[in-house]
């Protein structure tokens, strides 16, 4: 079996490389599970958080990179009822796909976007999404700093997870025929990295890992836990995810820095409702922060 350092180093070296600089603005999110809006998606509590944070980046005119597991196609056989049922949502996509702001990065509950005739470990595949003819679907992507070459990579983290990586089908079928029946009851999904604590510090442990070993800024989704490390030493980030409860976590960077940011509702002094932006941590320079070079080879 293939160690998670080795799949991860798979994943890095065909990876999509995406300059950036300071003048650039991306997002970060993740984990949105997009299901067919039954009883079983959990996306359908934030949608509109979603929706409004979603639109707020597009008028300023960010990247928008989600980073794994968007669609819920494990409780779910079919991509058509999840664009049927969350049908606005992909249209607000659409605009950063129209503008090339769009990337789509893959993870373990949305895997099989890929073709079938592509690997696990290569770089991208053409696929039938609800955007224009050349959408790409990627493992890994790395922003490469214009100026110092420094690295972000980013991939969505469920290769630190033999479960859901390597026995990604066993996963599956256990979370369609076991576990999502038993949800109903109150049992949670054991193997779940979200779920679990012990699988979750696992995974987080791996990444951490091999972010320090290779000396790279790393951003992750997978285990829904929202991660930002300090200057100069940390490596490791987490966007978290768009099924906490009652709000969504993301990354941002833009004007040469990075930020972990939550939105969700808020209350003003009148009592009228609206959907607001927090800071959580950051915003750090990411000059701040050692960003090494690549050591090992990878696609352009």
Same mark, same amino acid.
């Given at each position: ?107 373990? %509950? ?45 991939? %969505? ?51 951490? %890992? ?5 000396? @790279? ?82 696609? @352009?």
């Amino acid at each position: 079996m293939v160690s998670r350092k080795k799949r991860i180093d798979r994943v890095y070296r065909s990876a999509r490389v995406i300059p950036f600089g300071a003048a650039s603005s991306i997002v970060v999110m993740s984990d949105c599970h997009r299901g067919i809006g039954s009883w079983a998606d959990d996306f359908t509590k934030n949608q509109t958080i979603y929706l409004a944070a979603l639109k707020h980046y597009d008028r300023l005119g960010y990247t928008y990179i989600e980073l794994g597991d968007g669609d819920e196609l494990w409780e779910n056989k079919r991509l058509e009822d999840i664009y049927a049922a969350h049908g606005d949502v992909f249209a607000a996509l659409r605009h950063f796909d129209k503008g090339n702001r769009l990337y789509l990065v893959v993870g373990n %509950h949305d895997l099989e976007k890929l073709k079938k005739t592509t690997t696990a470990s290569a770089g991208a595949a053409q696929n039938a999404t609800p955007f224009q003819t050349g959408t790409t679907l990627y493992e890994g992507l790395i922003l490469k700093d214009k100026v110092t070459d420094g690295e972000i990579f980013l991939l %969505h983290g469920h290769q630190a997870d033999v479960l859901n990586d390597t026995l990604w089908r066993l996963s599956r079928f256990l979370v369609r025929y076991v576990w999502q029946p038993l949800e109903l009851l109150g049992v949670h999904d054991p193997t779940s990295a979200a779920k679990n604590n012990k699988v979750k510090a696992s995974v987080e442990r791996h990444l951490k %890992h091999w972010a320090e070993t290779e000396n @790279k800024l790393l951003i992750a989704g997978h285990t829904h836990r929202p991660v930002f490390s300090d200057a100069p030493g940390g490596r490791y980030f987490n966007d978290g995810c768009c099924v906490h409860l009652f709000n969504i976590t993301a990354i941002e960077i833009t004007d040469g820095s990075i930020a972990l940011v939550k939105w969700g509702e808020k209350t003003r002094e009148d009592g009228t409702i609206y959907i607001g932006r927090d800071i959580i941590a950051g915003p750090v320079k990411l000059k701040a922060y050692s960003m090494g070079t690549t050591s090992m080879q990878y696609s @352009k």
